[in-house]
């Protein structure tokens, strides 16, 4: 929700790409961060959980850039399945989150991981938003050295 209402009112903080990917990372030091920051929706290893891809061996899938490019920016390159859903239901209340199925019964993922089985007679309207569901990083307490241990941390492989 953080992304979704940080788009939608701004205070957002710029990190400048080309600074970060200069940096020299600290992969212990971003094996914290990552568990602190990236396990709550993503997986590592065994640990973590499923909303956002698995990051294990993200760095066989792209390279040092692009992966700094998905963290500083996530709503640019949102991927197929990962896309965010306003849910409006008849009563007033609203989901945000991963639409996961949508017919006789609507169930959403939201960022926290909890799971929401809505009957679809009580829905009375979905939009899907261009907004990733991934926080940006000054949403999460990062600045560019936390970006690029974790960086260095991702692109070991084997994780």
């Given amino acids: 929700m953080k992304s979704l209402l940080a788009h939608l009112f701004g205070s ?6 080309a600074t970060i ?11 914290v961060l990552a568990a602190r920051n990236c396990l709550t929706c993503h997986r590592i290893g ?19 850039p692009t992966l700094v490019n998905a963290i500083v920016q996530p709503d640019a390159a949102i991927g197929f399945g990962s896309e965010s859903w306003l849910i409006r239901l ?24 909890r799971r929401f089985v ?4 009580e829905v009375a309207e979905k939009r ?9 990083p000054a949403q999460m307490g990062l600045l560019a050295q936390d970006i690029a241990d974790i960086r ?7 994780l």
């Fill in 46 to 64: 065994a640990s973590g959980n499923e909303i956002g891809p698995y990051l294990s061996e993200i760095g066989q899938k792209m390279d040092a």
């Fill in 12 to 17: 957002e903080q710029h990190l400048d790409e």
């Fill in 21 to 31: 990917n200069r940096l020299e990372g600290n992969a212990a030091n971003g094996k």
């Fill in 90 to 113: 008849k009563n007033g209340a609203v989901l945000y989150g991963l639409l996961q199925s949508n017919g006789p019964v609507v169930t959403v993922l939201d960022s926290q991981g």
């Fill in 128 to 136: 899907q938003v261009p907004v990733s569901l991934m926080p940006k």
């Fill in 152 to 158: 260095a941390y991702l692109m070991q492989g084997d």
């Fill in 118 to 121: 809505i009957p679809g007679a």
